[in-house]
């Protein structure tokens, strides 16, 4: 019973020992390996370090989950084509107040800033109902790209009448600032669903009619064997087939 008492009191010894490293500080290997999914997704993008300074903050929430990337990327990305639409709006509020001739240009780059947010709003549209609203994943996947892309193509719209125009050089830098981060992250988001989304349905597609095509060839070598152990059994000048 001293014994037991004494090795009882040397274990709590132990466990409250300073010696025992400290891991409370120390975020769980699935939030490391979570980081490491959204860093390895951005990496096949055009912008890597703008994409994980964007996305790796929502790590815990998109795990390890293809579609959850896409449908954080193009949150971000609207709040980007938003922003950029308020700070091209509030130019074109400013030179209607003073008769600039920037006005024309700005009142199309706003259109197509508006553009961009609602061609964005209709790919989420085709993410969220990806296995539903009548129509196959695949349709709603090049659905996405397909929004996704004529975003991209109105950002760059946007920036080169600033180009062809004569514009305010201060009026000029801000607009392509707003407009150069959406254009990148709208790039990005691209990027991620052709090589995440797309990519990978692609595959588990390959990988079912692999399946699919194992299943028949097992059934058809099923079939043989049974045939060539087939034999006749005679009793009482009767035949039995087995």
């Given amino acids: 019973m001293l014994r037991f ?18 891991t409370a500080a120390t975020p769980p290997s699935r939030y490391q390996n979570y980081n490491t999914f959204v860093k390895t997704a951005c990496n096949s993008t055009t912008y890597p370090t703008m994409c994980y300074n964007s996305l790796s903050s ?18 971000v990305n ?24 920037e006005v024309p240009v700005l009142k199309d780059c706003v259109e197509e800033m508006k553009d961009t947010v609602d061609e964005l709003k209709q790919a989420m549209a085709e ?21 996704v892309s ?3 193509t109105d950002d760059t719209t946007c920036t080169d009448e600033f180009e062809e125009e004569e514009v305010n050089e201060e009026t000029k830098k801000k607009v392509e600032k707003a407009v150069s981060e959406l254009s990148k992250t709208t790039s990005n988001t691209l990027a991620l669903i052709t090589n995440y989304l797309v990519e990978i349905f692609q595959n588990n597609q390959l990988k079912q009619e692999l399946s699919l095509l194992n299943f028949k060839k097992e059934r058809t070598t099923l079939t043989v064997q049974i045939k060539t152990n087939s034999y006749a059994v005679f009793q009482n000048k009767k035949i039995y087939y087995l």
């Fill in 5 to 22: 008492v004494i090795l009882s009191l040397t274990l709590v010894a132990l466990i409250n020992s300073s010696n025992i490293p400290k």
């Fill in 127 to 147: 993410l969220k109902n990806l296995y539903g609203g009548g129509i196959s994943k695949e349709e709603h996947l090049k659905n996405m790209k397909t929004w």
């Fill in 150 to 152: 004529a975003a991209l």
């Fill in 58 to 75: 929502y790590s815990s929430t998109i795990k390890a989950d293809p579609i959850k990337l896409c449908t954080t990327s193009l949150n």
């Fill in 78 to 101: 609207l709040k980007y084509a938003k922003n950029a639409t308020l700070v091209v709006s509030n130019l074109l509020k400013k030179a209607k107040s003073t008769s600039s001739p």
